[in-house]
């Protein structure tokens, strides 16, 4: 299933939702430096640094996806960059989407024409594949602190 048509079957979600959502955007993601995760000719994955929270055994951190030629989004426009906000639990190995959002441009710029931000389609945490940008991320900002005795 692609990215476009997995994101067309959810539901749109409330005004107060959205406007969370565009102010952790605006305040944390948007502007950021990001982190390299795994790049090829199509694709960049990269994660912000400076947006992880450390919660328990989880860690709250903004990522992005940019692909290098604009993809349609279903019936709607072209799309080249995704931002997404997850939740990595460090202990159990598993990740649930919180928040995400589509631009026109790369590096969430341009026109966001699409949102998504409303626990009905995340309601459970999702396993960590191997060898997937998710695991790479999930390395990133876990092993440093996996083995402190606060865990």
Request: overall charge neutral; aromatic content about 10%; some cysteine.
């Amino acid at each position: 299933m692609s990215v476009a048509s997995d994101l067309l079957a959810m539901k749109p979600f409330s005004f107060s939702r959205w406007a969370c959502t565009v102010l952790l955007l605006l305040s944390s993601g948007v502007h950021a430096e990001w982190g390299e995760l795994i790049k090829d000719d199509e694709v960049f994955y990269g994660w912000d640094k400076d947006s992880v929270q450390v919660v328990h055994v989880s860690r709250l951190v903004w990522a992005i996806t940019n692909l290098t030629s604009p993809a349609k989004l279903g019936a709607g426009g072209d799309f080249q960059s995704i931002l997404t906000r997850y939740r990595i639990n460090c202990r159990n190995d598993t990740f649930l989407k919180l928040s995400e959002s589509i631009y026109t441009l790369p590096n969430g710029k341009g026109k966001e024409v699409f949102t998504v931000d409303k626990p009905d389609w995340r309601p459970n945490d999702t396993a960590i594949r191997p060898g997937t940008h998710i695991a790479l991320l999930k390395k990133q900002i876990c092993a440093p602190t996996q083995t402190a005795s606060s865990e």
